[in-house]
């Protein structure tokens, strides 16, 4: 018997809780899991179910479609680890987190590679014996950099890509080939502190918390659907070098949080938003 | 139509969310929010649904009866606002903010009346023309004063009783009485500092954050199911004196947040724990 | 023997902490508390002090003033409960726990008069025997308005004045009168969401954390220095209106923290931001 | 010009601060940073100064002697990067942190070696070319343990001594040895669920918040002077190893937290408190 994960989006109608139970009902499976949302305002429904059973995919899949609004969309797979590719700068902290967890299995995936336009943290990958990737922006226009860059994307064919603390902007056009699965962690309280140098700018402000977002990226820097997000308290005494070295923990307990609900396939992106199960 | 608020809970067995579903959907009616839960070690089913329609309660329970395991309880009501009682002692802060709730509408409640073992607060519920029995400890002994308090219990009949800071310690037969009905709010993190002035336990202990429990009363001090906790962070600079002033907005709050949700019958108590939708 | 708050900000220069010391040492005076804060980038020094002691004020003052530099701002006086007056518009919760802790002595302050621009809010300020101004902004432009809320500011005279939920912009003139003596709640985290209905701007971006935060009012809405922030997290069940719901008992203990702050002349305003001891 | 850190803790009497202020203004150096706390209650003085300067330490401590109470405790030294040892069992998340940071300079000490009474973490530590010490605790009795352990640790003689998920209880007699110089992390909100398991514990008993506690080590277990505390909200999907997996990131940034404060010389150790500046 095999786990599987059935997310399922549509317009909301009345029974669907049924049509769906009773497909899987009639199919002999077991739910062991299962989250319900209704968006009453928007009338839209969600739902997620952890499976257990034998499960023939595209059959299932048909049955369902045949009982559910024509505008929904279906997902189901086995769970299982997701492949995943680490895109960074120069900071350590996001990366290094994510590598070690990734040592000690305590993250449902397998990071297939790490690309940076820097050289600064190949030491700290190869450690890990993890490939490692230096494409320089130097000397070279942006659409030619994000296309060797999507040259070994393709390569390795990630199911999702994480910025762990990437510090350039994404074209449009990079963005649109892999929507809703780029995951990037901002160092700030969105929508507070857009952009650049979010530790200046909070201190300039004289802020009394500083936070870190996780979001998918889209099209509008830091404008993506926000995943998850934390605070920590500070004070005068804070500098924004400070700032910046008491963020680091959240920023690394940010995104490791939501890289967990994107690997076990619990968010729905919906509209500019996120509904998590 | 009507809102109905619909709990389920029993062994957990395959269909049970199709065999809920089934009966709804057969009787036409429509689930506007839904949440379950299967606590796997123990094999127990959660569900709770807010339900539209018209609904024959008696029928509907039979309904649902036939399609479940003999051990499920069913709870299936209008959504209506509750009666309370609220007791106190001597401190202002949970009692006045629950009366001013009440006064706004901020409540999904009725606030019947006041009991407390002093006359201290008198004033202050007269203002919001509750009314208010000062029910004498003094020179009398435990059981007789106990007796008092539920005559006035008996007389208002009340769906929830909220222990507002009050500072004595009620027997286990008054308890069982009222099981699973009253609310009390414990000024610490529990299960840490249980018992009596817990802020000059914990700053005796120099711990660095204080906090406040809600959590249903039963036979054992301090040790019924928990609904809602949270905390604040202190320094050194805390007297007790200080952490008890600090600690009063957190001391509301929380028990303003459990307090809601026992209003919209959100809690399944289980064991000494609760599930919460 | 009385009690006495000392504050000084100046340019800092190697010595003030001994010169000052000499000068409290030398007058035979007692500190109970003290606090400095150096901003090394800007050479500010920042020094608060509880004193006990017999002092004359002026003379203090006086020789505070020729051992520091030029520049120097010093306050001293007897610590004192402050009057306060009180400014809403509909919403109850910050008023409400405001009264309630004035009325409990809760508050090192006198609350001395609520003014309002709609009279929803007369009957919960009655119950406290607190004078209250209802002032229409009705058929009136906004100067006359002003001018009659100055009126009845100018017969109380107090220390600080509490937008406690006043809906209303105030003019740049009225401001400037009150400079550094008006504290607003604002029901975001600031800087994110400024202006109008935060909790929709919440809601439509989609964050998984809302705030509130507390400031001194300048000119610009919203931009005023920031003297307490705090947040709750939240997840896409909540509506706009569950977010205002819950951000409420934040709102209340935010803003409570503020005027505690304020109140016992623990906080310094230097340029948009504050130091806090 | 160096920098030194100046900490004082003394009975509290008149004129200390114009004291220690004369002494280090008579000997031309400056303040950069200064923080004092009394603690009124057992009139006790804390003060600690980051001074810059050409200081001779046995002459600049033997003038403080002569100007404060003979029970005077003075440390003068100049601000340094400290020796750590590590010491952890299976887990690696908060030694993999601290590696992490040590390697990426984020640290203000260096680590010499890691010490284990397991081989899990051999390979991790290596990666970081630090030295790993196994010393299995196989067939061995406590003090023969215990003495191997010692052994190391005279050999590198470390300022400080972290257990970074060490989940073996320390003799008295070793911990005496390293008084006020080994700091651990405990997975849980202490005084809440001391020993072992704290999660099933937390668990167990239905909390709704679960938390990390580090404090220095003394005889009584998990009762030693806190340094930093932090928590996270959890429901009732949270099996016991949920909570642990969710814990991980609460352990590592409060430990690292601890850590900084230690290693900035910021804490005083105070009967079984902590002054933290």
Not at 262 to 277: H, M, P, Q, S, W
Request: charged share 25%.
């Amino acid at each position: 018997m095999s786990e599987y994960i059935l997310k399922i989006d549509s317009s909301d109608e009345k029974g669907l809780i049924y049509n769906i139970a009773d497909v899987i009902y009639r199919n002999d499976l077991n739910i062991e899991k299962n989250h319900e949302f209704v968006d009453l305002e928007n009338r839209k429904f969600f739902f997620r179910a952890k499976i257990l059973g034998d499960i023939d995919i595209t059959l299932l899949k048909d049955e369902l479609k045949n009982v559910l609004p024509s505008d929904a969309n279906i997902y189901l797979g086995v769970r299982r680890a997701k492949n995943i590719i680490l895109m960074a700068t120069k900071e350590s902290h996001c990366l290094g987190d994510i590598l070690l967890k990734n040592y000690s299995n305590e993250l449902f995936a397998t990071v297939q590679a790490v690309i940076s336009n820097h050289d600064y943290l190949k030491d700290l990958t190869k450690k890990f014996d993890i490939p490692y990737f230096f494409v320089s922006a130097e000397n070279i226009d942006r659409a030619d950099h994000e296309r060797k860059i999507r040259d070994i994307l393709e390569e390795f064919n990630p199911d999702l890509i994480v910025l762990a603390k990437y510090m350039r902007i994404l074209s449009s056009d990079f963005v649109s080939r892999y929507r809703n699965s780029i995951i990037n962690i901002h160092h700030s309280f969105l929508p507070a502190f857009i952009g650049a140098n979010p530790y200046k700018q909070a201190h300039q402000r004289g802020v009394k918390i500083i936070g870190a977002t996780a979001h998918f990226v889209t099209d509008n820097l830091d404008e993506g659907p926000i995943i998850s997000q934390d605070v920590i308290h500070i004070d005068h005494e804070y500098g924004w070098r400070d700032m910046q070295k008491a963020g680091r923990n959240v920023e690394k307990a940010v995104l490791s949080n939501a890289l967990d609900l994107a690997l076990e396939d619990r968010i729905f992106i919906y509209g500019n938003k996120t509904v998590i199960f």
